[in-house]
T-cell receptor, first 114, second 116 residues
Framework: AQTVTQSQPEMSVQEAETVTLSCTYD???????LFWYKQPPSRQMILVIR??????QNATENRFSVNFQKAAKSFSLKISDSQLGDAAMYFC???????????FGPGTRLSVLP | GAGVSQSPRYKVAKRGQDVALRCDPI?????LFWYQQALGQGPEFLTY????????KSGLPSDRFFAERPEGSVSTLKIQRTQQEDSAVYLC??????????????FGPGTRLTVL
């Protein structure tokens, strides 16, 4: 079974600074998808960014980018120019190529300090 | 609709009561998922529907949990004889799921169930 690990239960960053959230996963599959979701206090999960495992190029969405290291099974999220609205729980998620459901990590709570 | 909606947002039940949680997916979305999120943890998969067919229920923790989606749109998660360990947020997600493997799951706000 696949597992997702987020080793940082909590992180904090100064407004306008950069922060990196870590995620590692375990799988025997060669093709899969990886996602970062954000869950603000309102509780609605919002997709931040996604990556196809067969693509070597790291995904980027505005201030959000990933560092995908397939051999190391690592998928970290970098948030640049952090904003107060970035404060939330961040979940790393795995989806197998032939699977449907997501496997989520335990989450990292990000605080943004003014 | 504009997004996935869930009702009720909050439910308090006495131990032993039955509860029903409702999910309205995004219109036209084929796939629907239920997840259970314990306090301070990531969501855990419960069950998955493609249209009205329940294709995977491997995550349901016991036979007290039952889900249905009879017309391929609205889904109901029912928990019979609730126990304190059932206290959690129950999240519903839907995805378009045509031929692409990409399909992003769009989540509802969740129902927070508290069993006393």
């Amino acid at each position: 079974a696949q597992t997702v690990t987020q080793s940082q239960p909590e992180m904090s960053v100064q407004e306008a600074e950069t922060v990196t959230l870590s995620c590692t996963y375990d799988t025997s599959e060669s093709d899969y998808y990886l996602f970062w979701y954000k869950q603000p206090p309102s509780r609605q999960m919002i997709l931040v960014i996604r990556q196809e495992a067969y693509k070597q190029q790291n995904a980027t969405e505005n201030r959000f980018s990933v560092n995908f290291q397939k051999a190391a099974k690592s998928f970290s999220l970098k948030i640049s120019d952090s904003q107060l609205g970035d404060a939330a729980m961040y979940f790393c998620a795995y989806r197998g190529y032939y699977g449907q459901n997501f496997v989520f990590g335990p989450g990292t709570r990000l605080s943004v300090l003014p | 609709g504009a997004g996935v909606s869930q009702s009720p947002r909050y439910k308090v039940a006495k131990r032993g009561q039955d509860v029903a949680l409702r999910c309205d997916p995004i219109s036209g979305h084929v796939s629907l998922f239920w997840y259970q999120q314990a306090l301070g943890q990531g969501p855990e998969f419960l069950t998955y529907f493609q249209n009205e067919a329940q294709l995977d229920k491997s995550g349901l923790p016991s036979d007290r949990f039952f889900a249905e989606r009879p017309e391929g749109s609205v889904s109901t998660l029912k928990i019979q004889r609730t126990q304190q360990e059932d206290s959690a947020v129950y999240l519903c997600a839907s995805s378009l799921d045509t031929s692409g493997r990409w399909d992003t799951q769009y989540f509802g706000p969740g129902t927070r169930l508290t069993v006393l």
